[in-house]
């Protein structure tokens, strides 16, 4: 069974990190894209970035990737999205998604299987 879940999700203060874990089960990294999203109150869910084994990582959206990094580890079948400098428009639902093969150049929202999601809140 393909599983995603995610963690690490928290409250923290403005300025402040978090580090949010994908831990995949039923696939292996090897075959697969995961993608970051983040869904903030009232808004529609948007990808972060992205990455594979067959070409890195793909950042979605322009304004985010200079706080926020993504990165695997294989061996642990785990990805994950370090988010640095965070603001309280950060405030969202982060939920991980993969797709078989290489990350869409553009992210949307036909991807193979979804996370539940880890809340993230920023206090300003």
């Known amino acids: 069974e393909v599983q995603l879940v995610e963690s690490g999700g928290g409250l923290v203060q403005a300025g402040g990190s978090l580090r949010l874990s994908c831990t995949a089960s039923?696939?292996?990294?090897?075959?697969?894209?995961i993608g970051w999203y983040l869904e903030a109150p009232g808004k529609a869910r948007e990808g972060v970035s992205c990455i594979s084994s067959r070409d890195g990582v793909t950042d979605w959206t322009d304004s985010l990737k200079d706080r926020f990094t993504i990165s695997s580890d294989h061996a642990k079948n785990m990805v994950y999205l370090q988010m640095d400098n965070l603001k309280p428009e950060d405030t969202a639902v982060y939920y991980c998604?993969?797709?078989?093969?290489?990350?869409?150049?553009?992210?949307?929202?036909?991807?193979?299987?979804w996370g539940k999601g880890t809340l993230v809140t920023v206090s300003s």
């Open positions: 039923g696939f292996t990294l090897d075959d697969y894209a």
């Open positions: 998604a993969a797709e078989r093969g290489t990350c869409p150049e553009k992210y949307y929202y036909g991807m193979d299987y």
